[in-house]
Each structure stands twice: as structure tokens, then as C-alpha cells.
Nanobody
Framework: QLQVVESGGGLVQPGGSLRLSCVVSESTVESYAIGWFRQAPGKDREGVSC????????SVATSVKGRFTISRDNAENTVYLQMNSLEPEDTAIYYCAAIWPPYASSCTLRVDERRYKYWGQGTQVTVSS
């Protein structure tokens, strides 16, 4: 059973930055395509960004394009979500999820739990002055 763990959330002022991290335990993160999702209070969960297992394919939601960047450091066994120019509308719980089976050459921003089989517990991001 894979364990997916997010970290790096917190409270930040508008215009600030945060970097979220996602680690997949019991395996190496380089095997898995990873997606970042978020859920704000009273709203549905939505896709933010994703990256294939090789890193050659990425996708970013229109709402965060130009502000958020996804990357992976296989040596550190971690996928990152760099979030810049944060806005109050970015306030949400951010989740990391791994696609099954391993070595997916693409990913999706759809909340497809048939593909994203392993989810973390989430990390809270609050953007407020």
C-alpha cells in the first residue's frame, strides 16, 4: 500500500510564495505520475497541476498558470509544487495523489479516482493578510 504524504502548507500573505512537497513512501516517487489537487471550503476538489513519471509531460490549470510550477526531483524522491503570487482564492487544502499503475506517460487534472488511486491527507494553504 503506497503512502502519499504532502507537506509545506501554511499561512502566507497575498503575493507571497509557498512550496509544497509530495513524497511517496514504500517506493520511489520517480515511478509515479503525480497530481496536485485542491479543495476550498464549500467547493469541489479541482486539479491544479500534474506531472508524468518521467517529467516529460505536465499540465497546469488555467487558474494558476504562470504562478504555479510543478517539478520533480527523483534524487530527493519528491515532487514539488512551487506557488508564487498567491491570492486569497488559492486558499484550500492541497492534496497530492499518485497514478496507478506506475510509469504513466501522461496525467490528468480531472479528479479521476480510477487513475489517482493513492491520495495524501492534504496540507492546508491559507492566503490572508
Amino acid at each position: 500500500q503506497l503512502q502519499v504524504v504532502e507537506s509545506g502548507g501554511g499561512l502566507v500573505q497575498p503575493g507571497g510564495s509557498l512550496r509544497l512537497s509530495c513524497v511517496v513512501s514504500e517506493s520511489t516517487v520517480e515511478s509515479y505520475a503525480i497530481g496536485w489537487f485542491r479543495q476550498a471550503p464549500g467547493k469541489d476538489r479541482e486539479g491544479v497541476s500534474c506531472i508524468s513519471s518521467s517529467g516529460s509531460f505536465t499540465s497546469v490549470a488555467t487558474s494558476v498558470k504562470g504562478r504555479f510550477t510543478i517539478s520533480r526531483d527523483n534524487a530527493e524522491n519528491t515532487v514539488y509544487l512551487q506557488m508564487n503570487s498567491l491570492e486569497p482564492e488559492d486558499t484550500a487544502i492541497y492534496y497530492c495523489a499518485a497514478i496507478w499503475p506506475p510509469y504513466a506517460s501522461s496525467c490528468t487534472l480531472r479528479v479521476d479516482e480510477r487513475r489517482y488511486k493513492y491520495w495524501g491527507q492534504g496540507t492546508q494553504v491559507t492566503v490572508s493578510s
